[in-house]
């Protein structure tokens, strides 16, 4: 087997993990990692061989633009204390600890090498944080929290990494110059972002096909990596920057099928690029026992000291720090969202699985210095790295469920049809007022207009059956059954036609183009049906 088929076994594991882990009621990225594992004990399977200087490039911006896809600049800013805290402080903390107690106990490690090791082991991985969650059902205030926290420590840490790394390759580091490049880091990411974001939002306006749309989009969070990386940004919060942006400014309402198709090609891309990227966690164990040259049990010691300190320090920082936002969520009105409990808390702490961005960071560690050496101790950072993130996203992943359960944390679905019952009923008022405004300046007959009415009443109470009172729930109820037989009758009609038209495709004569266009156009049809 050569890596090209490697791969393509990979993405067809990406395919059939997600239906086996609804099914098993496993997390897809653990399952992923497990059959990773399985591959890298049959002798046929060959090593990773992937340059590491392609491996962030290639993985991280299409994860962390789809996840940023499901949050907001809003909820950012309005969680933005909560995030401060979990993605920001606590990734200097954990680094900090790894690095101290590294530095300690693995002979000849140096403390630049040691602080690389600290920074690509410290961010939580939002994807199989999110993936766990959504499946548990935990509150959706929670899973924010994830989100937030996920993407955000993703950029601290790698900025971390990179200025570690880069004194472990000069061989000199000076922290006013570190706190400066820090900076300037995040400045130029912020900056191409920006600029990269408005760019892409109006190009997206000219461009107006879908299909044209949606690769332009595939081609964005690359782009916004490299270009930032090249004049010594950020990528990832490049990456990020722009994707909020799209997020905030981007997009028509009316564009239904563009949406549309474009959620469904990054879920594609995210359930493909996450398969893969677990995948090679569980790959990697061929080069990771490689590396240990005999010392399997010293480089063992090492691995448990460090995964207690990565699993212990998010522990005894996550309490108090849930505590205080707390408090500070009493006494000030903050519209945020914070762990209400310490039960909610234990959960946090739990769900802090490493993953796709250690993985990453660790196989892009350079092979050699400025000096020509090897980089120092990078065969320990490697295994030391790969030890915490099997134990956390395997061992903690397959445990959790059991943990939410046992302290029967369940998502507020009394706060979630609230917040739907609001946003129909919003839904519902806007559509009643375009009536009323078309009303005023067309001269529409009474019977239409009763049933525009209805329509727009319908609206909302599609979304949220929570806005009909007693009294007219039983009438509503019987429409609805009218209607879904109505559709139902209809979805039909449109099948026999769709049936004609593409059996029409294998007779003499036709022109297979055309039966296409005829065919997309029912497609269309169908899908706007109400």
Known sequence: MDQLALLFVLLLGAVVTVPLGDRLGLPAPVLMTLAGVGLALVPVVPNVDVPPEFILPLVLPPLLYASAQRTSWRQFAANVRPILLLAVALVFVTTAAVAGVAY?????????????????????????????????????????ILEGEGLFNDVTAIVLYHVAVAAAVSGSFSWPDALGEFVLSAVVAVAVGLALGWAANRLMGRLGDATLQIGLTLLVPFVAYVVAEELQGSGVLAVLTTALFLAEY?????????????????????????????????????????????????????????????VGVRLVWLLPAAWLAKKLHRRRDYDEEIPLSWRESLV???????????????????????????????????????????????????????????????????????????????????AKRRLKEIEEVEDLPEDLVEVLYRRAYDVGARISPDL???????????????????QRIQREMMSAARHEVLAARSEPGADPEIVDRVLRHLDVRSLRSP
């Open 468 to 486: 009909v009172d007693e009294e007219r729930r039983e009438a509503y109820a019987k429409r609805v059954e009218r209607i879904r037989d109505v």
């Open 104 to 144: 300690a106990v693995v002979p000849g490690l140096p403390l630049a090498a040691a602080v690389a090791l600290g920074a690509l082991v410290a961010p939580p991985d939002p994807v199989a944080a999110t993936a766990v969650a959504g499946a548990l059902g935990l509150p959706r205030r929670m899973v924010s």
């Open 250 to 310: 981007a997009g028509d309402a009316d564009d239904v099928l563009g949406r549309l198709a474009g959620h469904t090609f990054w879920e594609i891309v995210d359930t493909l690029v996450t398969g893969v990227a677990f995948g090679l966690i569980g790959l990697e164990l061929h080069n990771v026992f490689g590396v240990a040259g005999g010392r399997e049990w010293a480089m063992a010691g090492w691995a448990a000291a460090v995964v207690a300190v990565v």
């Open 348 to 430: 946090m702490w739990w769900a802090g699985m490493r993953g796709v961005a250690s993985v990453a960071l660790a196989l892009a560690l350079p092979l050699r210095t400025d000096a020509g050496e090897p980089f120092p101790a990078r065969d320990e950072i490697v295994f030391i790295a790969f030890a915490v993130i099997m134990t956390t996203l395997v061992f903690q992943g397959l445990t959790l469920p059991w943990l939410v359960r046992r302290l029967g944390v369940e998502a507020d679905t009394d706060a979630e049809r609230e917040n739907r019952r609001r946003l129909a009923l919003r839904a519902a008022k806007a």
